[in-house]
C-alpha cells in the first residue's frame, strides 16, 4: 500500500529566490513533466516550483499514457513514480532510455521507499537523481535546478553553434520534423528559408578568417533582429502567433524556420527584409565590409510534405539565385528542381570525366586583322559527354569551378595543349603560338606555379609561343599578389593576355602596371559596332591605349565584314570570329593552317 500523505516542509528560503530570479531564471521556461498516479502529489510539487518560477508543467496520472505524453511534450526533465498500478516508473524509464530521443532526458525519480533494492533497479536504468516523499522544497528546487543546468550545458555542445550560438543542423532537423507533424495535424502552413552569404570564401580570403567569423556573427546578429521583431511577426494576420526561427547549419549558410503562416507571401516578405538588412555596410575590425545573400523558400504543403524533399527544394532554389549573381530570393518550383537534379547529374558525370577521357581541346585561329593568316591559336576546352554530346565551356566550367573541379581539369588542358604545341613544332609547321584560359580557381591555388613550371619542363616547348590568358575581372582583387604572379610567369618566358579587357570597371587604371603582352578586347564591344557609337568609341580608345603601352590588340567575336573593317581601320593587330574560322578539332585546323601557307 501507497504512503499518500504529505508533510509541510520549510518555505524555500529569500537567498534561494533570488538564486533563481538572477543566475537561473533561462530555465524558467524548462518543459517540467510529472508521472504520478496520486494528483496530490503532483498538485504539491507543482506549487513548489510556480514558487520559485518554473511555469510549463506537464501531469501525467494515468501512467500507461507515460510515452505518448512524453513524445508529444518533449519534456526538459521528467519527475517519475516508481511504484504506479497502470505501468511501473522502471518501465517508463527503461522505455525513455531505450528512446532515440529522449535517452539523455534527465529523470527524477519520486519515491517513498527506502528500499535499496528500487535504487539500484533505477540506476541501472540510468536514472539521473532520487527524491525522497514527502519532497523538501527546497530540495526539489535545487535537483530540478541543477540537472536542467547539466541538460542545458550539454545541450548547448550537441545542438548549438559556438560561434552564433544558434542552434544547429541536428536541432534544425528535429524541430522541422516535429513542426511539420504539427502542421499536418493542424492544417498549417509552414516555410524553410535556406540563407546563404554570397562568395563568402572571397570575402574570408581577403579580410582573413577572425574577421570573417565575426562577419558570420554580424549576419546572425541581425537576422535574429528580424527575427525579435513583433512588428514583423503581427503582419501575419494568423489565429495563432506565427513563430520564426533561426538556425546555423554550416558555412555561411543559415536556415530560417516559419511556421504557423498562411500564405506565400509572408515569407516573401522575411526574405526581402534580410537582403536589405544585411546589405548594410558592416565595420568589422576597422574596415567596412559590405555582404549579400541568397535565399531559396520552400513551403509546406504546397511544394512538399516530406522534410527532405522541402530541405533539398529550399537548398535548389538557393543555388538558383547564388548562379544569377545573388543578393535575391528564389521560391522553389518544379523547373528549379528539374535543374538542379540536372546539375547533380551533371557533376556526378564531371567528376569521373578526366579517368574516362572525355575532354579534348578545340582550336580557334587568331588572325592578323591586314594579311589574314594565322599567327596562333586558343586552345579551348571541350567536353565530349556520351548522350548529351559535344558540351561548351559554358556549359560546365562554372560547376567545375564551383566544385574545385577546374583545378586538375586546368591541369589537363595545359598538359594536353603543351603536348600538341612541342608536337606541331617538331613537325616543322611554321612556328605557332598558342593562347590558354586560366580560371579563378587555378590562379589562387597555391600549387599553380609549381605545377605550371613542371609541365613547361615535361613538354621541352619553347615558352615564346605560349599565352596564358587572364580575365580581367580576376585581377581586380589583391592586385599586387596577381602582379607578383605575373611576373614570375613572365620570368618563365610565358606571354601574357589580358582577356575580356574593357568589363573590369579598373581597366586602364591597372593596364600600365600589368606585365602583359597583349590584351582581348571583349565581343559584346565587337557585335554591335555598327549600332552603338559608344561602342566604336570604347573599342578604338582600348586599341590606342593598348598600343602606346606596347600591348598587342585582338579582337573577340568578329562576324561580319564590317567588323573587320572597322578594325583594320583602327589599326587592331588580330582577331577571332566565326568570320575567319570558328573553333575546329586538331584535323581541321590542320587543313586552315596548311591553307594558309
Known sequence: MKEHSE??????????????????????????????????????????LEEVGFHNFVQVVNSSQAMRVIEEARPDILLLDLVMPEVSGFDILSSVRNHQKFKHLPVIILTSSSDAKSRLRALGLSATDFLTKPVDQSELFLRVRNNL??????????????????????????????????????????????????????????IGLSAGDEVLREVARRIGNIVRDSDMLGRFETNEKAVMTLFRLDGAVFSLLLVRIRNVENPAIIAKRVIHKIKEPMHVEGRDIY?????????????????????????????????????????????????????????????????????????????????????????????????????????FISLAEETGLIVPIGEWVFREACRQLAEWHRAEAPPISMSLNVSARQLKSKEFFSITRQLIDESGIDTQYLTLEITESLLLDNIEDKITLMHAMKDLGLKLSIDDFGTGYSSFNYLRRLPADEVKIDF????ELAKHPSNRAIV????????????????????????????????????????????????????LLARDK
Not at 543 to 551: P, R, T, V, W
Request: aromatic residues 8%.
Open 524 to 527: 559584346s564591344f565587337i557585335e
Open 540 to 591: 578604338s580608345s582600348i586599341i590606342f591605349l593598348a598600343h602606346n603601352l606596347g600591348l598587342k590588340t585582338v579582337a573577340e567575336g568578329v562576324e561580319t565584314k564590317e567588323q573587320l573593317e572597322f578594325l583594320q581601320k583602327e589599326s587592331c593587330d588580330m582577331y577571332q570570329g566565326s568570320l575567319f574560322s570558328r573553333p575546329v578539332p586538331r584535323t581541321e585546323l590542320l587543313k
Open 7 to 48: 508533510e509541510v516542509t520549510p518555505e524555500i528560503t529569500q537567498q534561494e529566490h533570488e538564486l533563481m530570479n538572477d543566475s537561473y531564471k533561462e530555465l524558467s521556461n524548462a518543459v517540467i513533466m510529472m508521472v504520478d498516479d496520486e494528483p496530490t502529489t503532483l498538485e504539491v510539487v507543482q506549487a513548489y
Open 149 to 206: 543546468a547539466a541538460k542545458a550545458y550539454l545541450d548547448q555542445l550537441a545542438y548549438y553553434d559556438p560561434l552564433t550560438n544558434l542552434p544547429n543542423r541536428q536541432l534544425f532537423l528535429e524541430y522541422l520534423n516535429r513542426e511539420i507533424a504539427d502542421a499536418k495535424r493542424l492544417n498549417n502552413f509552414l516555410a524553410v528559408l535556406n540563407i546563404e552569404v554570397d562568395n563568402f570564401d572571397r570575402i574570408s580570403d581577403t
Open 291 to 395: 555582404v549579400t545573400t541568397s535565399i531559396g523558400i520552400a513551403t509546406y504543403p504546397a511544394e512538399s510534405k516530406d522534410t527532405a524533399e522541402l530541405l533539398r527544394l529550399a537548398s535548389s532554389a538557393k543555388d538558383y539565385v547564388k548562379n544569377r549573381g545573388g543578393d535575391s530570393l528564389q521560391f522553389s518550383s518544379s523547373r528549379i528542381n528539374a535543374m538542379y537534379q540536372k546539375r547533380l547529374s551533371l557533376e556526378t558525370r564531371l567528376r569521373k570525366a578526366l579517368e574516362r577521357d572525355e575532354f579534348t581541346l578545340y582550336y580557334q585561329p587568331k588572325v592578323d586583322v591586314v594579311s589574314g593568316t594565322i599567327h596562333g591559336v586558343e586552345a579551348l576546352l571541350r567536353w565530349n559527354n556520351g548522350p548529351n554530346g559535344m558540351l561548351l565551356p559554358s556549359e
